[in-house]
């Protein structure tokens, strides 16, 4: 089975929080639009709505109640309640908000996963909370326009603009300073001009000391620089080669080497992945 999200509906209205409020907390003003409620407003008060209509196979009826476990003053109202003959609540929660000149209203119900026939039950509630909300709405207008709650508020003037506030100088100010803009000709900095692609910058350079070997420095002989030095590559290879190590021709590594390289390093780490073999693709 699927867990069945909360219902949730909302509402906005044009009065403030405070008159709201006093159609949930107050039984002859939350009669106006929820008639059938009983609602004992405190932490530990029972809730209940009963109710019927219709005849023979119309007829629908309501029989539900519990326990009111949320009252904070002004704001929220929420309580767990069951319909006769359910093993198990449901918990509604029913919130104001301030929205600038407006009152936010939303309901959220949950625990329907754990009811029989849980989608249409929770249809039904989504389909009467909303119900109640429009209600709720219309009585708060009526209400509003009948002057029960004074002349709605509007934002009070200049809120929300900037105040600009000049710095406090500490100190003394020095009237004959020169402006920081004011740069004389003669301080200026020259800049040279970035280069450009084709340009081709010289650079400055000394003269280069070449130091002879030793043989030469004992022979006293002087190096002609435009020798061409002969340099045994298996001689160089041979001393560039670690201890152990064999070079082939050409100082190659024998071709099997490489593969043993892998193996040892396999035989070393075998929790490790063969990345060569990956990165192939084998």
Known sequence: MIPL???????????????????????HRRSEWWPELQLEPHVGGTVAERWSEGEGDAAVSRDASGTVDVWVEGHAVGFTWREAGDERDTAVLITLRTQGVDTGITVTETGFDALPAASERAA??????????????TALEAAQAAGAFGERGTPAAGAGELEVVEPEVVGEID??????????AADEIELEAEPTVGDHPELETGPVA????????????????????QIDR?????????PGESVGDAGEIPANEGDATAEQRRAERPDEPDFDTLIRGN
């Not at 298996?234 to 670690?242: G, H, M, R």
């Open 5 to 27: 999200g909360p219902v949730v509906a909302r509402s906005r209205v044009g009065v403030a929080r405070a008159a709201a409020w006093t159609f949930l907390a107050e039984q």
């Open 124 to 137: 039904a509630s989504q389909e009467g909370w909303q119900v109640l909300l429009n209600d709720l709405v």
């Open 175 to 184: 009237e004959a300073a020169e402006p920081v803009d004011q740069v004389d």
């Open 210 to 229: 070449v130091v002879a070997g030793a043989d030469d420095a004992a022979s006293g002989a002087p190096l002609d620089l435009d020798e061409t030095i």
């Open 234 to 242: 298996a001689q160089l290879d041979a001393a560039l080669a670690q």
